[in-house]
């Protein structure tokens, strides 16, 4: 949703600032999704790593 919003508003500026010379390319949005896909899924692994690893006192200790 992001992706399209993105271009969408791209393709405004484009419009408006340099009388539509805008040009769609499907690889930047593709490689944006997959890194965040990526990220998300390395920053969750070390998160539920270092929990696994915790003793529960430690986890709900306040």
């Given at each position: 949703m992001g992706?399209?919003?993105?271009?969408?508003?791209?393709?405004?500026?484009?419009?408006?600032l340099f009388e539509g010379v805008w040009a769609f390319d499907i690889t930047t949005p593709i490689i944006?999704?997959?890194?965040?896909?990526?990220?998300?899924?390395?920053i969750t692994n070390l998160a539920i790593t270092k929990a696994l690893n915790t003793q529960t006192r430690e986890l709900f200790h306040s």
């Open positions: 992706a399209i919003i993105s271009l969408a508003v791209s393709f405004g500026i484009s419009s408006v944006t999704i997959l890194g965040c896909i990526f990220l998300t899924l390395i």
